[in-house]
């Protein structure tokens, strides 16, 4: 027997227009359900509250019939609960995205007379 589905982002919220459902399994079975909104911030932000990762975790979607990732943004495909994409979380691997800007501009710099 599947966990109980859980579902995230329900109602409007600052502004934010709902787009729809968003099916999800995560790798170990676990059923979500994800309402959409036009802001990608906003959705990046509901998957990791739906898999409880950190803010620093990277996210990746696939469908089911595919090894090929998604991309996360409030334009995605439209699924069925039926044919739920597949999340999965990876860790952050030390190196914070701040972290690696700073090294960019640092650089940029070093080039740029």
């Known amino acids: ?8 982002g329900v109602g409007k919220k600052h ?3 709902e ?8 790798e170990d079975g676990k059923e979500l359900e994800v309402n959409l909104c036009t802001d990608s911030e906003a959705l ?4 990791r509250e739906a898999v409880h990762a950190t803010s620093e975790s990277a996210l ?5 019939d595919s090894k090929k990732a998604l ?3 409030p ?3 439209p699924n069925t609960p039926d044919c739920r994409y597949i999340i999965s979380v990876y860790p952050p691997n030390g190196m914070l995205v ?12 070093r080039l740029v007379p």
């Open 15 to 17: 502004g934010m227009s």
């Open 71 to 73: 991309h996360i943004s």
């Open 60 to 64: 990746k979607l696939r469908h089911p």
């Open 19 to 26: 787009m729809g459902t968003l099916y999800l399994i995560t």
């Open 75 to 77: 334009r995605i495909p």
């Open 98 to 109: 701040d972290e690696v800007n700073m090294d960019l501009v640092t650089l940029e710099n």
């Open 1 to 8: 027997m599947l966990p109980k589905q859980r579902r995230f």
């Open 44 to 47: 990046y932000k509901r998957l």
